[in-house]
């Protein structure tokens, strides 16, 4: 994603909140630099949808130039735990 303009960002994270039922985890530079576009993403900026709740958004230990963050997606399961099926 780190290489995307903000407009296909914002139309990823609407296709990712079409088609997910559940939770959403991505990793990418804290600060990323677009050159051929003359654009900079700051990991404040990706287009979070308001539904989504965040579970965490943290740096990374590696490389430290990155974050993590996962949300709960939608109207999703609020836990992997519960429905297990056998």
């Known amino acids: 994603m ?8 914002k139309y990823y994270f609407g296709q990712v909140e079409r088609v997910t039922k559940g939770y959403f985890y991505f990793k ?10 003359n654009t900079i993403i700051g990991e404040q900026e990706y287009p979070i949808p308001q539904g989504w709740k965040r579970l965490y958004h ?3 230990v590696f490389p430290s130039t990155f974050f993590e ?4 997606v939608g109207n999703s ?6 429905r297990i099926d056998t």
């Not at 780190?2 to 960002?9: A, G, N, P, V, Y």
């Not at 963050?69 to 709960?72: D, K, R, S, T, V």
């Open 2 to 9: 780190h290489e995307m303009r903000k407009d296909t960002l």
């Open 28 to 37: 990418q530079w804290k600060v990323s630099v677009i050159p051929y576009e």
């Open 58 to 60: 943290r740096n990374c």
């Open 69 to 72: 963050a996962m949300y709960l």
């Open 77 to 82: 399961p609020r836990s992997v735990y519960d």
